[in-house]
Protein backbone atom coordinates (compact mmCIF):
# COMPACT_ATOMS: atom_id res chain seq x y z
CA UNK A 1 0.00 0.00 0.00
CA UNK A 2 3.13 2.44 1.38
CA UNK A 3 5.16 1.58 -2.72
CA UNK A 4 1.62 2.65 -3.98
CA UNK A 5 0.92 5.73 -2.62
CA UNK A 6 4.41 6.90 -3.10
CA UNK A 7 3.90 5.78 -7.13
CA UNK A 8 1.02 7.93 -7.05
CA UNK A 9 2.32 10.84 -5.45
CA UNK A 10 5.23 10.80 -7.75
CA UNK A 11 2.84 10.92 -10.63
CA UNK A 12 0.50 13.63 -9.47
CA UNK A 13 3.98 15.32 -8.62
CA UNK A 14 5.40 15.11 -12.13
CA UNK A 15 2.14 16.22 -14.03
CA UNK A 16 2.44 19.45 -11.59
CA UNK A 17 6.03 20.70 -12.92
CA UNK A 18 4.57 19.38 -16.59
CA UNK A 19 1.87 22.02 -16.41
CA UNK A 20 3.80 24.88 -14.74
CA UNK A 21 5.24 26.82 -17.64
CA UNK A 22 7.60 29.16 -16.35
CA UNK A 23 7.36 33.22 -17.10
CA UNK A 24 9.15 34.13 -19.78
CA UNK A 25 11.77 36.52 -18.99
CA UNK A 26 11.69 39.88 -20.61
CA UNK A 27 14.41 41.21 -22.28
CA UNK A 28 15.30 44.69 -22.01
CA UNK A 29 15.61 46.24 -25.63
CA UNK A 30 13.81 45.82 -28.56
CA UNK A 31 14.16 47.35 -32.44
CA UNK A 32 11.49 48.70 -33.96
CA UNK A 33 10.48 49.84 -37.75
CA UNK A 34 7.97 51.77 -38.80
CA UNK A 35 6.46 52.06 -42.57
CA UNK A 36 4.33 55.35 -43.02
CA UNK A 37 2.59 54.69 -46.13
CA UNK A 38 -0.66 54.98 -48.50
CA UNK A 39 -0.94 52.40 -50.82
CA UNK A 40 1.51 53.01 -53.05
CA UNK A 41 2.19 56.77 -51.89
CA UNK A 42 5.54 56.62 -49.93
CA UNK A 43 5.63 59.69 -47.32
CA UNK A 44 8.98 60.26 -46.84
CA UNK A 45 11.08 62.87 -44.65
CA UNK A 46 8.04 62.75 -42.21
CA UNK A 47 8.49 63.21 -38.62
CA UNK A 48 7.32 60.26 -36.29
CA UNK A 49 6.81 60.78 -32.45
CA UNK A 50 7.26 58.25 -30.02
CA UNK A 51 6.56 58.58 -26.07
CA UNK A 52 7.55 55.99 -23.48
CA UNK A 53 3.82 56.15 -21.89
CA UNK A 54 4.79 52.93 -19.06
CA UNK A 55 7.00 50.41 -18.12
CA UNK A 56 6.23 46.80 -18.44
CA UNK A 57 6.65 44.63 -15.49
CA UNK A 58 7.51 40.87 -15.62
CA UNK A 59 3.94 40.13 -14.78
CA UNK A 60 3.21 42.06 -18.09
CA UNK A 61 1.04 45.04 -16.24
CA UNK A 62 1.91 48.40 -17.10
CA UNK A 63 3.20 51.12 -14.67
CA UNK A 64 2.73 54.96 -16.18
CA UNK A 65 6.69 56.47 -15.92
CA UNK A 66 8.14 59.58 -16.59
CA UNK A 67 6.02 62.78 -17.45
CA UNK A 68 3.44 60.23 -17.46
CA UNK A 69 3.15 59.41 -14.17
CA UNK A 70 0.56 61.36 -12.71
CA UNK A 71 -1.96 60.25 -15.91
CA UNK A 72 -4.61 58.38 -14.13
CA UNK A 73 -6.39 56.56 -16.88
CA UNK A 74 -5.90 52.80 -16.34
CA UNK A 75 -4.40 50.74 -19.24
CA UNK A 76 -4.42 47.66 -18.27
CA UNK A 77 -6.78 44.91 -19.41
CA UNK A 78 -9.00 47.05 -21.67
CA UNK A 79 -10.70 46.81 -24.91
CA UNK A 80 -8.97 47.47 -28.21
CA UNK A 81 -11.95 50.40 -28.59
CA UNK A 82 -11.25 51.64 -25.04
CA UNK A 83 -7.40 51.88 -26.28
CA UNK A 84 -7.92 53.87 -29.01
CA UNK A 85 -9.60 56.38 -26.65
CA UNK A 86 -6.81 55.92 -24.28
CA UNK A 87 -4.69 57.18 -27.45
CA UNK A 88 -6.64 59.87 -28.48
CA UNK A 89 -6.87 61.08 -24.68
CA UNK A 90 -3.05 60.85 -24.11
CA UNK A 91 -2.18 62.61 -27.49
CA UNK A 92 -4.67 65.80 -26.09
CA UNK A 93 -2.92 64.74 -22.25
CA UNK A 94 0.61 65.32 -24.40
CA UNK A 95 -0.65 68.60 -26.03
CA UNK A 96 -2.03 70.22 -22.78
CA UNK A 97 1.41 70.06 -21.50
CA UNK A 98 3.69 70.44 -24.22
CA UNK A 99 5.88 67.41 -23.41
CA UNK A 100 8.26 66.63 -25.93
CA UNK A 101 8.73 63.10 -27.28
CA UNK A 102 11.33 60.34 -26.25
CA UNK A 103 12.34 59.51 -29.40
CA UNK A 104 12.23 61.90 -33.15
CA UNK A 105 12.46 59.89 -36.04
CA UNK A 106 12.20 60.99 -39.42
CA UNK A 107 10.88 58.31 -42.16
CA UNK A 108 13.48 57.95 -45.34
CA UNK A 109 13.02 57.52 -49.04
CA UNK A 110 11.57 54.59 -48.32
CA UNK A 111 8.91 55.74 -45.89
CA UNK A 112 10.45 54.02 -43.36
CA UNK A 113 12.01 54.81 -39.80
CA UNK A 114 13.39 53.41 -37.36
CA UNK A 115 15.08 52.79 -33.79
CA UNK A 116 16.83 50.34 -32.48
CA UNK A 117 17.64 49.06 -28.52
CA UNK A 118 15.08 51.09 -27.34
CA UNK A 119 13.99 50.09 -24.00
CA UNK A 120 10.77 48.04 -23.53
CA UNK A 121 7.61 49.28 -22.71
CA UNK A 122 4.53 50.84 -24.00
CA UNK A 123 4.66 53.86 -26.41
CA UNK A 124 2.47 56.26 -28.13
CA UNK A 125 3.25 56.71 -31.64
CA UNK A 126 2.15 60.16 -33.54
CA UNK A 127 2.72 60.97 -36.82
CA UNK A 128 3.24 64.28 -38.94
CA UNK A 129 1.24 65.11 -40.78
CA UNK A 130 2.32 65.62 -44.53
CA UNK A 131 1.03 67.25 -47.92
CA UNK A 132 1.82 65.66 -51.22
CA UNK A 133 0.59 67.28 -53.97
CA UNK A 134 -2.99 68.08 -53.61
CA UNK A 135 -3.29 64.95 -50.75
CA UNK A 136 -2.63 65.53 -47.19
CA UNK A 137 -1.44 62.19 -45.27
CA UNK A 138 -1.74 61.34 -41.66
CA UNK A 139 -2.56 58.85 -38.95
CA UNK A 140 -4.51 58.30 -35.77
CA UNK A 141 -2.73 58.16 -32.43
CA UNK A 142 -2.02 54.58 -31.72
CA UNK A 143 -0.47 52.43 -29.02
CA UNK A 144 1.99 49.88 -29.25
CA UNK A 145 3.73 47.85 -26.38
CA UNK A 146 7.50 46.52 -26.78
CA UNK A 147 7.57 43.51 -26.27
CA UNK A 148 5.03 42.99 -28.71
CA UNK A 149 2.77 39.86 -28.80
CA UNK A 150 2.98 37.28 -31.77
CA UNK A 151 -0.79 35.61 -31.63
CA UNK A 152 0.54 32.34 -33.92
CA UNK A 153 3.32 32.14 -32.36
CA UNK A 154 2.06 32.58 -28.52
CA UNK A 155 5.83 34.68 -27.59
CA UNK A 156 6.58 38.15 -27.33
CA UNK A 157 8.71 39.85 -30.17
CA UNK A 158 10.88 42.06 -29.69
CA UNK A 159 11.96 42.50 -33.36
CA UNK A 160 8.98 44.66 -34.46
CA UNK A 161 7.60 46.11 -37.70
CA UNK A 162 4.33 47.90 -38.31
CA UNK A 163 2.78 49.88 -41.37
CA UNK A 164 0.67 52.15 -39.36
CA UNK A 165 -2.93 53.04 -40.41
CA UNK A 166 -2.56 56.21 -42.61
CA UNK A 167 -5.44 58.09 -44.21
CA UNK A 168 -5.70 60.51 -47.02
CA UNK A 169 -8.04 63.57 -47.66
CA UNK A 170 -8.06 66.28 -50.70
CA UNK A 171 -7.17 69.76 -49.90
CA UNK A 172 -7.45 73.12 -51.95
CA UNK A 173 -10.67 72.89 -53.23
CA UNK A 174 -12.80 75.85 -52.92
CA UNK A 175 -16.19 75.36 -51.56
CA UNK A 176 -17.83 78.04 -53.52
CA UNK A 177 -16.59 77.24 -56.95
CA UNK A 178 -20.01 76.92 -59.06
CA UNK A 179 -18.26 74.36 -61.01
CA UNK A 180 -18.22 71.83 -57.65
CA UNK A 181 -21.06 72.90 -56.02
CA UNK A 182 -21.37 70.00 -53.04
CA UNK A 183 -17.35 69.63 -52.97
CA UNK A 184 -16.57 66.42 -50.81
CA UNK A 185 -12.93 67.44 -49.50
CA UNK A 186 -14.06 70.67 -47.50
CA UNK A 187 -14.92 68.66 -43.59
CA UNK A 188 -12.09 66.27 -44.61
CA UNK A 189 -9.64 69.62 -44.25
CA UNK A 190 -10.72 69.88 -40.66
CA UNK A 191 -7.99 68.66 -38.13
CA UNK A 192 -10.93 68.01 -35.48
CA UNK A 193 -12.10 65.55 -37.88
CA UNK A 194 -9.02 62.72 -38.08
CA UNK A 195 -11.89 59.94 -39.43
CA UNK A 196 -12.74 61.51 -42.48
CA UNK A 197 -11.42 59.89 -45.09
CA UNK A 198 -9.94 59.55 -47.85
CA UNK A 199 -8.86 60.27 -51.97
CA UNK A 200 -12.56 61.18 -53.63
CA UNK A 201 -12.04 58.49 -56.17
CA UNK A 202 -11.89 55.85 -53.93
CA UNK A 203 -13.74 56.98 -50.77
CA UNK A 204 -13.44 54.16 -49.07
CA UNK A 205 -9.69 53.18 -49.27
CA UNK A 206 -7.22 53.81 -46.13
CA UNK A 207 -3.92 52.57 -45.95
CA UNK A 208 -2.97 49.07 -44.79
CA UNK A 209 -1.77 48.97 -41.39
CA UNK A 210 -0.43 45.41 -40.57
CA UNK A 211 2.41 43.74 -38.16
CA UNK A 212 5.17 41.98 -38.83
CA UNK A 213 2.77 38.85 -38.58
CA UNK A 214 0.53 39.81 -41.62
CA UNK A 215 -2.16 40.28 -39.53
CA UNK A 216 -4.85 43.78 -39.24
CA UNK A 217 -3.71 46.01 -36.62
CA UNK A 218 -6.15 48.41 -35.03
CA UNK A 219 -5.08 51.77 -33.96
CA UNK A 220 -4.07 50.46 -30.39
CA UNK A 221 -1.27 47.02 -30.27
CA UNK A 222 -0.99 46.18 -27.01
CA UNK A 223 -1.23 42.67 -25.72
CA UNK A 224 -3.89 41.50 -23.18
CA UNK A 225 -1.34 41.60 -19.99
CA UNK A 226 -4.30 39.66 -18.18
CA UNK A 227 -3.91 36.74 -20.05
CA UNK A 228 -0.76 35.68 -18.10
CA UNK A 229 -2.15 36.25 -14.82
CA UNK A 230 -5.56 34.58 -15.99
CA UNK A 231 -3.35 31.41 -16.76
CA UNK A 232 -1.36 31.14 -13.90
CA UNK A 233 -4.12 31.63 -11.32
CA UNK A 234 -5.85 28.32 -13.29
CA UNK A 235 -2.84 26.64 -12.60
CA UNK A 236 -1.72 27.45 -9.22
CA UNK A 237 -5.73 26.33 -8.49
CA UNK A 238 -5.28 22.99 -10.55
CA UNK A 239 -2.60 22.28 -8.81
CA UNK A 240 -3.93 23.35 -5.44
CA UNK A 241 -6.72 20.61 -5.89
CA UNK A 242 -4.62 18.24 -6.87
CA UNK A 243 -2.42 18.34 -3.94
CA UNK A 244 -5.82 18.37 -1.38
CA UNK A 245 -7.19 15.51 -3.18
CA UNK A 246 -3.74 13.85 -3.09
CA UNK A 247 -3.77 14.41 0.79
CA UNK A 248 -7.43 13.51 1.47
CA UNK A 249 -6.94 9.95 -0.46
CA UNK A 250 -3.88 9.21 1.54
CA UNK A 251 -5.48 9.81 4.75
CA UNK A 252 -8.40 7.76 3.56
CA UNK A 253 -6.42 4.95 2.68
CA UNK A 254 -4.45 5.10 5.96
CA UNK A 255 -7.63 5.00 8.28
CA UNK A 256 -8.65 2.04 5.77
CA UNK A 257 -5.38 0.30 6.43
CA UNK A 258 -5.87 0.87 10.34
CA UNK A 259 -9.38 -0.64 10.41
CA UNK A 260 -8.62 -3.24 8.49
CA UNK A 261 -5.90 -4.26 11.34
Known sequence: ???????????????????????????????????YSYSDVKI?????????????TDQY???????????????????????????????EYISQNNYEATYTITTNSSAIASVS???IGLYLILTETK???????????????IPNYDELEKEY??????????????????????????????????PNNPNQTNDPNNPN??????????????????????DKIYIYAGVFIISLSLILILIYWIRKEKKKDQNGK
Not at 22 to 28: F, G, I, R, T
Not at 63 to 68: D, E, H, K, P, Q
Open 205 to 226: QQGNEQNNNGGNLENTIVPNTL
Open 157 to 190: KYEIKINIKTEATKIGANPTDPNNPNPTNSPTNN
Open 131 to 145: QIGQMQYQSEPALLS
Open 117 to 119: NIP
Open 61 to 91: QYNYTGIFSGYQENVNGKTTKELKEIAKHLK
Open 44 to 56: ANAKIYLYKVADI
Open 1 to 35: MKKRNKMILWIIMLVLIMIQKPVQALNSQGNLEIN
